[in-house]
């Protein structure tokens, strides 16, 4: 009975290791795997230059239920009021396609959000990201996010 319990559960991580669709240069995926642990830990720790410095210059971000933001505006949304922090976030990637010097990769997010009260709130969504490599690095260039319903 041990011996088919282990092998059920081996069935199922491989098959959610298979659901990972990674096309292109192995290198190249593994630094946007990387950019992209490295986003949410920047997110994590509030720095917001590190945010910033995650994106292309010319990058836009399309929040849940906002316009289309660029420039400035980016690092202002992702700054928190004070008193509020993010706890948790965290980025799967269901799919990754490089092509050249662009990429996309979509997924899911999650989170939990720290409130003034001490009250925790916990978040997730979908997203699609389009990548540019510039200069060598793989740098954030269209960022399209929005919730999904918690159960």
Do not use: C
Not at 33 to 57: C, G, H, P, Q, R
Not at 110 to 136: A, N, P, Q
Request: proline share 1%; net charge positive.
């Amino acid at each position: 009975m041990r011996t088919l319990i282990f092998v059920l559960i081996a069935l199922l991580g491989f098959n959610y290791i298979q659901a990972q669709t990674l096309n292109g240069n192995q290198k190249d995926i593994q630094a946007i795997l990387k950019n992209t642990k490295s986003f949410s830990e920047y997110v994590m720790a509030s720095d917001y230059e590190k945010i910033a410095s995650s994106y292309t210059k010319d990058a836009k971000i399309f929040p849940n239920n906002t316009q289309i933001l660029e420039g400035e505006d980016i690092i202002n949304y992702w700054t928190l009021p004070e008193g509020i922090s993010t706890s948790y976030h965290k980025i799967t990637q269901t799919e990754i396609t490089i092509v050249e010097d662009t990429a996309y990769d979509y997924g899911y997010y999650e989170g939990k959000t720290k409130h003034k009260d001490g009250r925790m709130s916990s978040w997730k969504g979908k997203y699609v990201i389009v990548w540019k490599k510039v200069d060598s690095k793989w740098k954030m260039h269209l960022d399209i996010w929005n919730s999904v319903k918690q159960k």
